[in-house]
């Protein structure tokens, strides 16, 4: 007896009668375009609505022209598929279906791997991808897997991904003696487009088959191209004439308690300590092309915590967006300055909304304060999507004054920590169809400060435009940006600001840079220019240079780590693709860098080798060679002179098993050594088990330890001049991560993840900088007698558990429980058994929340 998957709807689009067709159907044999089948809700007797069963029953999916010509894409391009696939299509005047039949001769062994909506797994997969705009850059996904998993993606510059994206559709999937079957209904109110008497859409096919890791597609999408949108085929003749529905309101609620340490006394903190939200997120589609989001009193609380960390570096962490509503079309808001293997920095950055607030209390002896640990984001609303040949971006998002109550004995006060502000981002994009684009991009941060908070820029703007011009070949083409900024506050702020780490304007031997103390202003500009190769079966390579001014800042509503700074890079990768019996593709990667900041100081010079390989029996493996010439160091003095830094150099490795086994993992490690004798190495061991299809248990372990004989300690000022210490750590560093991922249906899963985290850093051989720039590198040193104590050892516990029910599409419940623990002593030798069981110890703070929301389609 074959396994039969049957997603319930209640998306009703349209009912079909055998004798209702308004339009003929048809696809040229071996072509890329194909005309779908129109079909009328004719209200007759004998009309029967279209039942998403994955039976493909109605008479109408008989009469629909198959697409059949698929071609296999990986591992062997342009060869024909392993199995037979076809596919129909049909719509009416609200939504598109499309029937799939993916044939298969051992059905038995087809693999649908129960996980929770949006999650990837090595799973047969059945994808129709629609570029419903027809733009060959941007694309709406929507995939499910044999289990009935779906997942959905939003493409954007044609190449890029926003997994982030949910739409309300459905899908049903069966499975019989031939293989398996896959029916969507996807809303033509999910997509965006500009209706005409006849529309064309982009489209595509692609299936995955999971246990040959093989993928094939209607038509090729060559991994060759310099894109993937513009690969599609076309859906023509569809007649789009009537009005869809175009708001969606997602009320919600939520109910929580907190538990959590209370000092005695302390009558601002109670434990437990219930509370109540209530807010909605709202989608407008203001027209065909252009959506309007918003959301009032955000809440994010069943999102994952961030993971622990400990920075000893001059600058700021860098932190992924996880909270849906600015992941959701982030493409249309990015305007890069710093990219780094795939991660990328620009002029916004969307976790400084609803942000830590910058200020603290004042607490003196006998005191009580409570601050808030986030700003609150009263309100944001964004637009995206299209106008003709524009994509177009734009946020608003207004923060609350932030305030901190503090208590000594019978008095109370307030201090205000963060100001009311406001975030503006915009950005519009002009693109053609060979993939070339031209954009500018506006973000301004407007704060309404109070005299706790005058220390803070009261307005900052920063503006730029980008581009990608292909040449006549469109594997070719020239990028960049220009970008200015520009801060404005009193003079207390603008000199806080040209002595952070981005700028240490007040480094003594930096005779090009002037400390302005009377300054009300900071400007600055940022460029970059590279010449790339981004498609073809052999090489690709990327040449580029950039600079950013002394005084470029983009950190109120953006992230840069420093300005001052000229760089170059250049890559050149070779790639071997064609299957052979050893591998199914490799890689070679060639990579060469430079800097200075604008006092003509080399900052440093380096090269790499490496390459990657995946073999035929879908284990993966790579490695490469690092060398640092070493240069001078502007930043490690904390705003002190430069001084130079040291040769070294590094390898690393990564080892990955074929994830479609029940046990499967991974390891990656490095080692790392300079001239001083100082030395790091580390490794990331992981598993995964699935022990049943529907259950997975997965755990890692982070270790690394460190010698670092230049560590900064402190800049001890004296009556005549400062010390800039350094000493000698010694620091060991173990995170464990487990989850558990149970999906018992497909809309209702349940998700633990816990991180128990422990650093340890201790001190020795303390010495101060005293002669700059000399050679060698020890020379620059010499002993001190330095007093303090800046061992450290920090404890970590977090975890965060979430059951998810989608008990309707489009509308959820929530329930969950997240827990932190952490502690700091100054206590500096690593031990694991007694840090790691005296973490559960460290009083913890609970946080437990139901939250309800339901999609309403108006």
Same mark, same amino acid.
């Given at each position: 007896?074959?396994?039969?998957?049957?997603?319930?709807?209640?998306?009703?689009?349209?009912?079909?009668?055998?004798?209702?067709?308004?339009?003929? !159907?048809?696809?040229?044999?071996?072509?890329? +375009?194909?005309?779908?089948?129109?079909?009328?809700?004719?209200?007759?007797?004998?009309?029967?609505?279209?039942?998403?069963?994955?039976?493909?029953?109605?008479?109408?999916?008989?009469?629909?022209?198959?697409?059949?010509?698929?071609?296999?894409?990986?591992?062997?391009?342009?060869?024909?598929?392993?199995?037979?696939?076809?596919?129909?299509?049909?719509?009416?005047?609200?939504?598109?279906?499309?029937?799939?039949?993916?044939?298969?001769?051992?059905?038995?062994?087809?693999?649908?791997?129960?996980?929770?909506?949006?999650?990837?797994?090595?799973?047969?997969?059945?994808?129709?991808?629609?570029?419903?705009?027809?733009?060959?850059?941007?694309?709406?996904?929507?995939?499910?897997?044999?289990?009935?998993?779906?997942?959905?993606?939003?493409?954007?510059?044609?190449?890029?991904?926003?997994?982030?994206?949910?739409?309300?559709?459905?899908?049903?999937?069966?499975?019989?003696?031939?293989?398996?079957?896959?029916?969507?209904?996807?809303?033509?109110?999910?997509?965006?487009?500009?209706?005409?008497?006849?529309?064309?859409?982009?489209?595509?096919?692609?299936?995955?088959?999971?246990?040959?890791?093989?993928?094939?597609?209607?038509?090729?999408?060559?991994?060759?191209?310099?894109?993937?949108?513009?690969?599609?085929?076309?859906?023509?003749?569809?007649?789009?004439?009537?009005?869809?529905?175009?708001?969606?309101?997602?009320?919600?609620? #939520?109910?929580?308690?907190?538990?959590?340490?209370?000092?005695?006394?302390?009558?601002?903190?109670?434990?437990?300590?219930?509370?109540?939200?209530?807010?909605?997120?709202?989608?407008?589609?203001?027209?065909?092309?252009?959506?309007?989001?918003?959301?009032?009193?955000?809440?994010?609380?069943?999102?994952?915590?961030?993971?622990?960390?400990?920075?000893?570096?001059?600058?700021?962490?860098?932190?992924?967006?996880?909270?849906?509503?600015?992941?959701?079309?982030?493409?249309?808001?990015?305007?890069?300055?710093?990219?780094?293997?795939?991660?990328?920095?620009?002029?916004?950055? +969307?976790?400084?909304?609803?942000?830590?607030?910058?200020?603290?209390?004042?607490?003196?002896?006998?005191?009580?304060?409570?601050?808030?640990?986030?700003?609150?984001?009263?309100?944001?609303?964004?637009?995206?999507?299209?106008?003709?040949?524009?994509?177009?971006?734009?946020?608003?998002?207004?923060?609350?004054?932030?305030? !901190?109550?503090?208590?000594?004995?019978?008095?109370?006060?307030?201090?205000?920590?963060?100001?009311?502000?406001?975030?503006? #981002?915009?950005?519009?994009?002009?693109?053609?169809?060979?993939?070339?684009?031209?954009?500018?991009?506006?973000?301004?941060?407007?704060?309404?400060?109070?005299?706790?908070?005058?220390?803070?820029?009261?307005?900052?703007? @920063?503006?730029?435009?980008?581009?990608?011009?292909?040449?006549?070949?469109?594997?070719?083409?020239?990028?960049?940006?220009?970008?200015?900024?520009?801060?404005?506050?009193?003079?207390?702020?603008?000199?806080?600001?040209?002595?952070?780490?981005?700028?240490?304007?007040?480094?003594?031997?930096?005779?090009?840079?002037?400390?302005?103390?009377?300054?009300?202003?900071?400007?600055?500009?940022?460029?970059?220019?590279?010449?790339?190769?981004?498609?073809?079966?052999?090489?690709?390579?990327?040449?580029?240079?950039?600079?950013?001014?002394?005084?470029?800042?983009?950190?109120?509503?953006?992230?840069?780590?420093?300005?001052?700074?000229?760089?170059?890079?250049?890559?050149?990768?070779?790639?071997?693709?064609?299957?052979?019996?050893?591998?199914?593709?490799?890689?070679?990667?060639?990579?060469?860098?430079?800097?200075?900041?604008?006092?003509?100081?080399?900052?440093?010079?380096?090269?790499?080798?490496?390459?990657?390989?995946?073999?035929?029996?879908?284990?993966?493996?790579?490695?490469?060679?690092?060398?640092?010439?070493?240069?001078?160091?502007?930043?490690?003095?904390?705003?002190?002179?430069?001084?130079?830094?040291?040769?070294?150099?590094?390898?690393?490795?990564?080892?990955?098993?074929?994830?479609?086994?029940?046990?499967?993992?991974?390891?990656?490690?490095? #080692?790392?050594?300079?001239?001083?004798?100082?030395?790091?190495?580390?490794?990331?061991?992981?598993? +995964?088990?699935?022990?049943?299809?529907?259950?997975?248990?997965?755990?890692?372990?982070?270790?690394?330890?460190?010698?670092?004989?230049?560590?900064?300690?402190?800049?001890?000022?004296?009556?005549?001049?400062?010390?800039?210490?350094?000493?000698?750590?010694?620091?060991?560093?173990?995170?464990?991560?487990?989850?558990?991922?149970?999906?018992? @249906?497909?809309?209702?899963?349940?998700?633990?993840?816990?991180?128990?985290?422990?650093?340890?850093?201790?001190?020795?051989?303390?010495?101060?900088?005293?002669?700059?720039?000399?050679?060698?590198?020890?020379?620059?040193?010499?002993?001190?007698?330095?007093?303090?104590?800046?061992?450290?050892?920090?404890?970590?516990?977090?975890?965060?558990?979430?059951?998810?029910?989608?008990?309707?599409?489009?509308?959820?419940?929530?329930? #969950?429980?997240?827990?932190?623990?952490?502690?700091?002593?100054?206590?500096?030798?690593?031990?694991?058994?007694?840090?790691?069981?005296?973490?559960?110890?460290?009083?913890?703070?609970?946080?437990?929340?139901?939250?309800?929301?339901?999609?309403?389609?108006?």
């Amino acid at each position: 007896m074959f396994h039969r998957r049957i997603l319930s709807t209640t998306l009703l689009c349209g009912v079909v009668a055998s004798s209702s067709v308004a339009a003929a !159907a048809g696809t040229a044999p071996g072509g890329r +375009s194909v005309a779908p089948m129109r079909i009328e809700a004719a209200m007759v007797p004998g009309a029967t609505a279209i039942r998403l069963d994955g039976e493909f029953n109605e008479g109408a999916w008989e009469r629909a022209t198959p697409i059949s010509d698929f071609i296999q894409r990986d591992p062997k391009e342009g060869a024909p598929p392993t199995f037979q696939t076809e596919a129909r299509v049909l719509y009416d005047g609200a939504c598109l279906y499309v029937a799939v039949r993916a044939f298969d001769k051992e059905p038995d062994k087809i693999v649908g791997i129960r996980t929770r909506r949006d999650s990837s797994s090595p799973s047969d997969w059945i994808r129709v991808i629609i570029d419903s705009y027809h733009d060959k850059r941007t694309a709406y996904e929507f995939a499910v897997n044999a289990a009935g998993v779906k997942k959905d993606n939003y493409w954007f510059r044609d190449t890029n991904q926003d997994d982030s994206w949910d739409a309300v559709w459905d899908v049903a999937v069966t499975k019989d003696g031939q293989g398996w079957k896959a029916e969507f209904r996807i809303p033509f109110s999910q997509l965006r487009f500009e209706p005409h008497k006849i529309d064309t859409f982009g489209f595509a096919v692609v299936r995955e088959i999971g246990r040959l890791n093989e993928v094939s597609s209607w038509p090729l999408l060559p991994k060759s191209a310099s894109g993937f949108v513009s690969s599609f085929g076309e859906l023509g003749g569809l007649q789009l004439g009537t009005s869809l529905k175009r708001l969606e309101l997602v009320p919600y609620a #939520v109910a929580n308690v907190q538990t959590q340490p209370v000092e005695s006394g302390n009558p601002l903190k109670t434990s437990p300590d219930p509370g109540s939200a209530f807010g909605a997120d709202l989608k407008y589609a203001l027209t065909p092309g252009l959506t309007l989001n918003g959301t009032v009193n955000p809440d994010f609380g069943q999102v994952e915590a961030d993971p622990a960390v400990v920075n000893l570096s001059a600058f700021e962490t860098f932190y992924q967006e996880r909270r849906p509503f600015f992941v959701e079309s982030s493409g249309n808001l990015q305007f890069d300055l710093d990219c780094n293997d795939g991660s990328c920095t620009g002029l916004f950055y +969307s976790r400084r909304i609803g942000r830590v607030p910058h200020g603290s209390p004042d607490v003196g002896e006998n005191s009580f304060s409570s601050s808030p640990i986030q700003t609150t984001i009263l309100g944001a609303a964004k637009l995206t999507g299209r106008a003709g040949a524009f994509s177009i971006g734009a946020l608003n998002a207004v923060t609350g004054q932030e305030q !901190a109550q503090l208590v000594t004995g019978l008095e109370r006060t307030t201090q205000t920590v963060e100001p009311l502000t406001n975030y503006t #981002v915009m950005q519009a994009k002009r693109e053609w169809s060979n993939q070339s684009s031209l954009g500018f991009m506006f973000t301004g941060t407007m704060r309404k400060l109070s005299e706790d908070v005058a220390y803070l820029p009261g307005q900052a703007l @920063t503006g730029g435009v980008n581009w990608d011009w292909r040449l006549r070949d469109p594997r070719y083409g020239i990028s960049g940006y220009w970008a200015a900024s520009s801060v404005h506050g009193n003079a207390d702020a603008i000199d806080t600001l040209q002595q952070n780490p981005v700028h240490y304007f007040q480094r003594p031997d930096a005779g090009y840079l002037a400390l302005d103390e009377s300054a009300t202003s900071l400007n600055g500009q940022a460029g970059s220019i590279q010449l790339q190769k981004v498609g073809g079966e052999k090489v690709r390579f990327s040449f580029s240079g950039q600079f950013k001014t002394p005084g470029f800042d983009v950190n109120d509503v953006g992230y840069v780590r420093r300005a001052d700074d000229i760089s170059q890079s250049g890559w050149v990768q070779i790639r071997w693709d064609k299957p052979t019996k050893l591998y199914r593709r490799v890689r070679l990667n060639l990579n060469q860098w430079s800097a200075w900041n604008f006092g003509g100081d080399t900052r440093y010079v380096g090269a790499n080798v490496n390459a990657n390989v995946v073999l035929t029996s879908n284990w993966a493996a790579g490695g490469g060679v690092n060398v640092d010439r070493g240069g001078i160091d502007d930043r490690s003095t904390r705003g002190g002179p430069a001084f130079r830094s040291k040769l070294g150099g590094n390898v690393w490795y990564w080892v990955q098993t074929d994830s479609r086994k029940a046990v499967n993992g991974a390891w990656q490690g490095f #080692v790392w050594g300079d001239e001083s004798g100082s030395s790091s190495y580390g490794f990331d061991p992981e598993i +995964s088990y699935r022990p049943l299809s529907f259950l997975t248990v997965s755990g890692g372990v982070h270790f690394e330890k460190q010698n670092e004989d230049t560590q900064w300690v402190e800049n001890v000022t004296g009556p005549t001049n400062t010390k800039y210490v350094f000493g000698r750590i010694r620091q060991t560093t173990v995170g464990l991560t487990a989850r558990v991922n149970y999906t018992i @249906t497909p809309n209702l899963s349940v998700q633990l993840y816990a991180q128990p985290f422990v650093s340890a850093g201790e001190y020795s051989d303390y010495k101060e900088l005293v002669n700059p720039r000399a050679r060698p590198f020890s020379d620059q040193f010499q002993p001190y007698a330095y007093r303090g104590n800046p061992d450290f050892n920090y404890r970590s516990f977090r975890t965060t558990n979430v059951v998810r029910w989608e008990y309707r599409p489009g509308s959820a419940l929530y329930v #969950v429980w997240q827990q932190g623990r952490e502690d700091v002593t100054d206590y500096g030798r690593f031990r694991f058994g007694k840090d790691m069981g005296g973490m559960f110890g460290i009083p913890g703070t609970n946080v437990f929340l139901v939250k309800f929301s339901y999609w309403l389609n108006m």
